[in-house]
């Protein structure tokens, strides 16, 4: 059963470009969330769909940053234009839905903007 | 807000040494807990999990947690790591609407 999917592992980029990240979640599972994670600001909740609707954008730090999910097996987490203090490790997670069932994480992008 | 507290942001143990790493939520209502651990370099995993019955809850690699409602806390244990059990450990909480809070973590580094 492949879990999270996540691409890609390591994107480099200079400032001012746009980068584009992508996940897929696991099959059947209809909540997924997008974290950031930096060693000074520790795990971020970014913004988190369920039923493929944005349900909570409010951790998405400014308009650079949006988030879509066209289907319940695609999203993706776009920075326009990047900054250098966007450099984090980028996870996506995705759930069943239900209070007990546990996020699964997928391997996370590394995100290096110079 | 909800919110989790992991008041141990660092510890260093040596092999053999009993582990506990505290864990407190502000939230009154019913609540699912998780402990998550992250290995250097790689992503979350989730080591066990309480939802309801007992609470005291098992999980992978030889932990274990203690749901305490009275003291809003879900402990994590483990009566001898390794040095394998370096990593980042994360509690969570997740609340009706199916959010998840994360603690800001508390590092591992057991010394072989």
């Known amino acids: 059963d492949a879990g999270v999917i996540q691409s890609p592992r390591h994107e480099v980029t200079e400032m001012g470009q746009e980068v584009t990240l992508r996940c897929k979640p696991i099959s059947g599972h209809n909540s997924l969330f997008w974290y950031r994670q930096t060693m000074m600001r520790g795990l971020e909740l970014l913004i988190y769909?369920?039923?493929?609707?944005?349900?909570?954008d409010s951790g998405m730090p400014e308009d650079r940053f949006s988030a879509k999910m066209p289907n319940a097996s695609f999203s993706t987490l776009k920075i326009q234009p990047s900054e250098p203090r966007d450099s984090a490790v980028y996870f996506c997670?995705?759930?069943?839905?239900?209070?007990?069932?546990?996020?699964?994480f997928g391997n996370g992008t590394r995100l290096t903007v110079t | 807000a909800q919110s989790v507290s992991q008041h141990n942001h660092h510890v260093i143990l040596s092999e053999a040494a009993s582990l506990e790493l505290g864990c407190n939520y502000s939230y009154g209502g019913t609540v699912n807990l998780f402990w998550y651990v992250q290995y250097p370099g790689q992503h979350l995993q989730l080591l066990l999990k309480?939802?309801?019955?007992?609470?005291l809850v098992k999980g992978i690699k030889g932990f274990e947690a203690e749901f305490i409602k009275s003291k809003f806390s879900f402990n994590l244990r483990k009566p001898s790591v390794q040095w394998s059990d370096t990593a980042e450990y994360f509690c969570a909480v997740n609340a009706p609407g199916n959010q998840f809070y994360f603690g800001t973590g508390t590092s591992l580094t057991v010394i072989p």
């Open positions: 769909f369920n039923n493929n609707v944005p349900i909570d």
């Open positions: 997670a995705s759930s069943l839905g239900t209070g007990s069932s546990p996020l699964h």
């Open positions: 309480y939802f309801s019955g007992d609470p």
